[in-house]
DNA sequence: ACAGAGTTGACAACCGTTCTCAACTAGCCT
DNA sequence: AGGCTAGTTGAGAACGGTTGTCAACTCTGT
């Protein structure tokens, strides 16, 4: 068993995803990615785009979160596991985290004899300047 | 201002999804729900399933939600608020009621001046049959 | 340099969902 | 009843995000 993954290549396009996704800090979606790779000169095809996410999301390297009509976006995984309170009207996100939330939710889930447990929290509101 | 809303007619199709919906306790897909129909007897356009579904939704008789990889899925709405406890491998549906957690949110979102606040929470995990 | 596994990208295929639009109803007015 | 009209339906096309296909390409070790 090696440090990595056998046969995993650090190929530009690789190169070229994890970078983009250094570059900002808020959820885009597989293909803003596509583009903005695009602009930037290093282009890269977009299905070369979604199995890198693929990959990364497998290696808990990126967090993958739903839109409500069901797109995928994509953000760099920050180190603690944390939750979203969203805008609805401008979409200004502020990270919050809750240990009791955590805590509950691994509770219910044991109470009715559910294991392996994780979950999904999103809050939306509407956020001070747009009130 | 009448009681319900005007130009809305209850047709046999739109009787039909409704009842379909009063069939079930889990959380189905529309397409599931226009075969469900189908074999039946009541045969009702995939595009009409989709219409009456979203009015439901928008009159917050269903709920809709979104699996794993996006499709939409929807069950008739119970009046109190509350969350799931779904396994990831059978599907099996555990309603779950957290006032802690409702509090919580209305709390987090507050210190951060936002207002109007709603929250999707849900939970996933292996249920005791499928460990 | 060579071999061979891993990777890429253009494009087609897929699949859930929404749109289109002509035919059809239900409800209302006379 | 008959007719008018806004609302509704359904078959199929269109759409948009995502995944599959496959020949050409590129690392990496030998």
Known sequence: MT???PG?????????????MSS??????????????????DPVGLATVYRTLQRMVDA????LLRTEDGEAIYRRCSD???HHLVCR???ATVEVEGPAVERWTRAIAGEHG?????????????????R
């Open 89 to 91: 009207d401008c979409g």
């Open 60 to 63: 808990g390297e990126v967090d």
């Open 24 to 41: 900002f800090e808020d959820f885009r979606s597989a293909q803003d990615i596509h583009e903005l790779l695009a602009h930037r000169g």
């Open 3 to 5: 440090s990595t993954e």
């Open 80 to 82: 603690t596991h944390h």
């Open 114 to 130: 559910y294991g392996d447990v994780s979950h999904t929290l999103e809050i939306f509101g509407t956020c001070p300047s747009c």
């Open 8 to 20: 995993l290549r650090p190929t530009k396009q690789r190169l070229a995803v994890a970078a983009a």
